[in-house]
């Protein structure tokens, strides 16, 4: 079982950051395709960046390049969420998830394992 848990969510002004983090077992920060999804109110789960701890490699969805960023902390087996220039239509609830896949992907039913989720408002 793997298990993931969300922190760093809360109430910033546009054009301001946060920074979530997302802890994860060890076996699954090395093992998983990690990423963070987001869903507003009445909306789907939407993909927002995905890492891959095989090759490195980052992907994010175009509304939030170059705002957005996605690291790991290997000593703290931590995800973590960089978001900067924040603007109202980012309001959402903030997930985390790991994949058994291969390579990052942006489908949610290919995640087999989610955190609670952290919320995130931008006020205008």
């Known amino acids: 079982q793997v298990q993931l848990v969300e922190s760093g969510g809360g109430l910033v002004q546009a054009g301001g950051s946060l920074r979530l983090s997302c802890v994860a077992s060890r076996r699954a920060f090395s093992e998983y395709i990690m990423g963070w999804f987001r869903q507003a109110p009445g909306k789907g789960r939407e993909f927002v960046a995905g890492?891959?701890?095989?090759?490195?490699?980052?992907s994010y969805t175009d509304s939030v390049k170059g705002r957005f960023i996605i690291s790991r902390d290997n000593a703290k087996a931590s995800l973590d969420l960089h978001m900067n220039s924040l603007q109202p239509e980012d309001t959402a609830m903030y997930y985390c998830a790991a994949s058994s896949a291969t390579v990052v992907t942006t489908r949610p039913a290919q995640y087999n394992y989610w955190g609670q989720g952290t919320q995130v408002t931008v006020s205008s």
């Open positions: 890492l891959s701890p095989f090759s490195g490699g980052t």
